[in-house]
């Protein structure tokens, strides 16, 4: 598999084309090679909500870029507005884990992005392809992001290392801790009790 896989979803290889109201809603997607849930165009009102992903990103070509080994990439050239990445579970189940991000946005700057409600869990004893549970490929976008991780325990560098929205939060369900993101929507702080 290579970087055209996916399991559900649309690529407007041409940049020509736009998409207006386009929901994937209450799939269940096992074993994606590549990207579970890929949405690459231009458009507007986008809902991906209320499906279970299980293990993507789970090819074993060991060149497949970790950009495409993600349960949700959405990117597009120009800003989208209003989608919705929300109630979704994705999670890694393997031994040695495979996918990279629970969600990946690479998105044109000024895009109306939320990925609230998700639910992650890599539960692996080898969990070194996993770079973080929600991610932007830049600093412009501010994703709002509100999650709960069953596990592995939220280090620091499992969280979002670009920008996120005033007010992002993750939960790490196992140990009982919020993390929340500072003013400058890039740092993260630890408290005891969610």
Do not use: C
């Amino acid at each position: 598999m290579n970087s055209s896989g996916v399991g559900i979803g649309y690529w407007d290889s041409t940049n020509a084309n736009s998409i207006t109201s386009l929901k994937i809603l209450g799939n269940t997607i096992k074993n994606a090679n590549v990207n579970a849930i890929r949405v690459f165009a231009d458009g507007s009102d986008i809902d991906i909500s209320g499906n279970s992903i299980i293990n993507p990103g789970s090819s074993a070509n060991n060149r497949l870029n970790p950009g495409y080994r993600n349960g949700i990439f959405i990117a597009s050239t120009t800003a989208l507005g209003n989608v919705r990445v929300n109630n979704n579970t994705i999670t890694d189940n393997q031994p040695t884990s495979r996918m990279a991000r629970g969600i990946y946005f690479a998105a044109a700057s000024g895009s109306q992005l939320s990925a609230v409600e998700n639910h992650f869990s890599v539960p692996g004893s080898t969990i070194g392809s996993l770079l973080g549970f929600v991610d932007s490929n830049s600093d412009t976008q501010l994703p709002f992001v509100q999650a709960s991780v069953d596990s592995p325990q939220v280090t620091s560098w499992l969280l979002p290392a670009h920008k996120v929205a005033p007010g992002s939060t993750f939960v790490d369900a196992t140990h009982g801790y919020l993390y929340y993101a500072r003013q400058d929507g890039r740092t993260w702080t630890p408290k005891g009790d969610r």
